[in-house]
C-alpha cells in the first residue's frame, strides 16, 4: 500500500508561481513512477506531468511543458511539482498518483485526496 498526502495549493493570480508537495509513505513508494493529474470542475481528469523512480524519464502535457517542473527526493518520499507563469486555465484540483510510467489515470494504483490550485486573472 502506498499513501499519499499533497500540499501547497492555494489563491494565486496569472503570472504567479506554486509548489506543490505530495508526501508518499509506503514500503515500496520510492519504487513507483509518480505523477500529477489535475481535475476542473465538470472536466475529466487530466495528464499533467510524470517521472520516473530514478528521476531518470519526465513527462508533461504540452499545456504545461516550458511552465511546469516535476521532480523527487526518493530519501524524503517526495515528490514536487514547481508551476511558474500560472494561468486561469490551470485552476483545478491536484492529484498525486502512483503507479506505472503513463499519462493515463488508468495505469497509476494509488493517489491522495487532492490540493486546489486556484489562478485568478
Known amino acids: 500500500q502506498v499513501q499519499l498526502v499533497e500540499s501547497g495549493g492555494g489563491l494565486v493570480q496569472a503570472g504567479d508561481s506554486l509548489r506543490l508537495s505530495c508526501a508518499a509513505s509506503?514500503?515500496?513508494?520510492?519504487?513507483?513512477?509518480m505523477g500529477w493529474f489535475r481535475q476542473a470542475p465538470g472536466k475529466e481528469r487530466e495528464f499533467v506531468a510524470a517521472i520516473t523512480w530514478s528521476s531518470s524519464s519526465t513527462a508533461y502535457a504540452d499545456s504545461v511543458k516550458g511552465r511546469f517542473t516535476i521532480s523527487r527526493d526518493n530519501a524524503k518520499n517526495m515528490v514536487y511539482l514547481q508551476m511558474n507563469s500560472l494561468k486561469p486555465d490551470d485552476t483545478a484540483v491536484y492529484y498525486c498518483?502512483?503507479?506505472?510510467?503513463?499519462?493515463?489515470?488508468?495505469?497509476?494504483?494509488?493517489w491522495g485526496q487532492g490540493t486546489q490550485v486556484t489562478v485568478s486573472s
Open positions: 509506503g514500503r515500496t513508494a520510492s519504487s513507483y513512477t
Open positions: 498518483e502512483a503507479g506505472l510510467y503513463s499519462n493515463s489515470s488508468n495505469d497509476y494504483n494509488y
